[in-house]
């Protein structure tokens, strides 16, 4: 049984990050979506709703779980008996951060190894932080993020308005 974690903040979830969940579940056993709840990392959605966004994102889907963690990834997966951990990598901008993360797992369980999928094309301009700003200034987002997020975004900014 081979398990792999995918961890992020997924603040919120966006069409990227779906595309690398579904590679990732067909090269691996199960594939646990966990979405970092961090108390010191403001987040426009709060954890419960980021899994709940990500699970109405999957339905469907028997070998994905989503489930929120808090503290150490490594310990985490460890718990989870996970062997792996998926990350995306869109550009070269994004390898400093994630090399560095790598690394650093690696030197605190050396038995969990990180493996780097990329998403489509289309998607790697794409990122939770951007497609907030577009939906905050009243842009349309609904070619980025799964319907149900983008119908959240617009509920959470028309109640920042009103
Ligand atoms: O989507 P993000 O914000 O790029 O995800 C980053 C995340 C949550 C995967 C990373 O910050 C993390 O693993 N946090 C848990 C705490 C931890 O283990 N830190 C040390 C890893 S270098």
Same mark, same amino acid.
């Given at each position: 049984m081979r398990r792999a974690i995918y961890p992020g903040s997924f603040d919120p979830i966006t069409k990227g990050h779906l595309d690398v969940i579904k590679r990732a579940a067909t090269l691996f056993d199960e594939l646990v979506v966990a979405v970092a709840f961090n *108390?010191?990392?403001?987040?426009?959605?709060?954890?419960? @709703?980021?899994?709940?966004?990500?699970?109405e994102? #999957?339905?469907?889907?028997?070998?994905?779980?989503v489930t929120r963690f808090e503290g150490l990834l490594v310990n985490f997966a460890r718990d989870q008996e996970a062997s792996v951990v998926v990350r995306g990598l869109r550009a070269?901008?994004?390898?400093?951060?994630?090399?560095? *993360?790598?690394? *650093?797992?690696?030197?605190?369980?050396?038995?969990?190894?990180?493996?780097?999928?990329?998403?489509? @094309?289309?998607?790697?301009?794409?990122?939770?932080?951007?497609?907030?700003? #577009?939906a905050r200034l009243g842009g349309n987002i609904?070619?980025? %993020?799964? %319907?149900? %997020?983008?119908?959240a975004l617009r509920a959470r900014f028309a109640r920042a308005e009103s």
């Open positions: *108390m010191q990392k403001q987040t426009l959605f709060p954890a419960d @709703e980021r899994v709940a966004l990500i699970e994102a #999957v339905a469907g889907e028997s070998n994905i779980r070269i901008s994004d390898f400093e951060f994630e090399f560095q *993360m790598a690394l *650093m797992n690696r030197k605190l369980e050396p038995a969990i190894e990180t493996v780097f999928l990329t998403p489509r @094309e289309e998607y790697t301009y794409l990122s939770s932080r951007i497609v907030k700003e #577009v609904e070619a980025f %993020v799964p %319907v149900s %997020v983008a119908s």
